[in-house]
């Protein structure tokens, strides 16, 4: 009686009193249910982290939280196997239910012990991020913090995600970034429960994958003579060739680094448009086979696209295979974005081809190109995802569609029973302004605000309950062109990115915009201990733009 008595007072201060509340329970994404709870678990000078499990992903998870709180703290953690609760101590408990699902979990904080407790290692995951946050924002740095009282308050959580694709997009094709940055987006995408790293590896600027079999395409695709210098219309460069790839083990890497963290790396080989960096390399599969191209130094769109000829389709299944090797995930993602038709159009070959197969226009001649490759990649036991061109001209049977445009590609997708993936740009494209631009340092254009983003609800209000099944998910998406440097992404992609993995994982209902700021403000220290350059962070006074804020 008096325990309940207690919790009810503790219960009625946190909600009288909501700042102490926020700053106690300042967990992003916001969880399914918190129960605050009395009291505080208070770590012992030597914790133990007890797994009842013998899956080697658990084992890890708990080596790993082991040798942060050991670093951090300074007190002995130990990681031992036991199908028991320890005292003084965080329990790693196995459920046999099926309520949690693949990435749910149950968090329970009492002055006595921690436990965890999900269905699959990658549950456990999400529990173990979530337990983070409740520790001192201290926990995140590397090193040992003085002074600190390493205390835990107590409740309950039930959590599991809105839905199953959670992502993160990120543009290497613009600019390339070293794979140590690489390694530390995929940490922060999986720090707030996204599961899903999009990488965006191929586009007219640049290749950046290696592929054995054709080696011309990052000895001379993945490199340009210059890049524009300040915004496309100044029309300026800098005179300065540039390049770089990423070699094949040096993706394996990132790819192992991506899993061991429950996050899925998607690879996207651009087709048909965006090609200019391949026909470089390999002229005979454009239009044109005698014309010599070029890297392209502009930003925007090129004429410049694949033929629709069966060599051309036999160099990309090749070179699809070759990133299938590399990436096990489920999806590959084949662009289809702003194709321009002109040379279709002026094409003897591509004319003749639409009238033996019955194609009407140019639009299904993109429709005929992106289900050839749509039946390869299925063949393979993969799923194809593209943006939500390929829905004109009639969809690919098999595709996934990722909306962009605005909403009505992915609803369209999702009336004709086919998945959605929703990314906006006006909620969702990372590259715009996030305040006004003359406070602000080069960007693409457009305005959107944290308070934007973290308003955007992905499934759209008309569609039937069977139809809003097929939204799948929700993607950020960071286009680099304006974005010369690691810390230039990191102050465009988030505070951003953390509304919108709140988007992904929260239900609509539970969201609040006030709500989330007050947590927000705690989780920046966490931030700060990982050294990210997010937007308004302590340091961005001394981050060095390489073009003058915008006047």
Known sequence: MKQRL?????LLFWTVFPGFGQNTYSILPKPLRLDPGAGEFIFPSDPLIAVASTDPALRRLAEELANQIGKVTGKDTKVFAG????KDGINFVTSKETKLGAEGYCLEVTPKRIIITAEQSKGFFYGVQTLLQLMPTQIYGSERAENIKWRIPCCYIEDRPRYAYRGLMLDVGRHFYPVAFIKKFIDLIAMHKMNTFHWHLTDDQGWRIEIKK?????????QRSQTMLGHYNDQKYDGKPYGGFYTQEEIRQVVKYAQERFVTVVPEIEMPGHALAALAAYPQYGNNPDKI?????????????YAPKDETFRFLEDILTEVMDLFPGQYIHIGGDECPKNQWQESRFCQDLMKKEGLKDEHELQSYFIRRIDRFVTSKGRKMIGWDEILEGGISPNATIMSWRGTEGGMLAAQQHHDAIMSPGNFCYLDHYQADAKTQPLAIGGLTPLEESYAYDPTPANLATEEAKHIIGVQGNVWTEY???SEYVEYMTFPRAIALAEVGWTSAERKNITDFKQRLEVHKQRLDYLKVNYFGAPGNGKFTYRWPLKK
Not at 83 to 86: D, G, I, M, T
Not at 293 to 304: A, I, L, P, Q, R
């Open 6 to 10: 207690l919790s009810l007072l503790f």
């Open 83 to 86: 199908n028991f609760r320890v």
């Open 214 to 222: 054709y080696p011309k395409l990052t000895e001379i695709g993945s």
């Open 293 to 305: 191209y070029k890297v392209g130094t502009k930003w925007g769109v090129y004429e410049d696209v």
């Open 483 to 485: 974005m010369p440097s």
